[in-house]
């Protein structure tokens, strides 16, 4: 008679235990979705901006992420110089440009 433990016997199922590769389906499914509403979308924006900055030319109009609007001056290597008003140019790095705009759009400068 053994009052401090009890002797416990393991019951046993017909079908396939519940492990493996279903236990780490959540953790799978929960994956795609972030690579597929979080990564993925990171990725083509941050490649959209790097074509967007290598194909800077003088005379585009730009809107920086500082949100000054000018007109291109100069391009060099990793800096630009826009106007953004007469006769006051702005030398900032490539990367600060967030977008282009159309052509015209600055009239006053």
Not at 53 to 63: A, I, M, N, R, S
Request: glycine residues 10%; proline residues 4%.
């Amino acid at each position: 008679m053994n009052f401090f433990s009890t002797d416990v016997m393991a019951q046993t199922t017909g079908g396939s235990p519940q492990g493996g590769l279903m236990s780490f389906l959540p953790l799978v499914i929960l994956f795609i979705a972030f690579y597929f509403f979080l990564i993925r979308p990171q990725t083509r924006r941050q490649k959209e901006h790097q074509k967007l900055v290598e194909d800077l030319q003088k005379g585009d109009e730009v809107v920086t992420s500082g949100g000054l609007l000018g007109r291109i001056n100069e391009v060099a290597d990793s800096y630009v110089k826009i106007e953004v008003a007469k006769g006051v140019e702005v030398k900032i790095q490539r990367a600060a440009v967030s977008t282009i705009l159309p052509k015209g759009t600055l009239k006053e400068i």
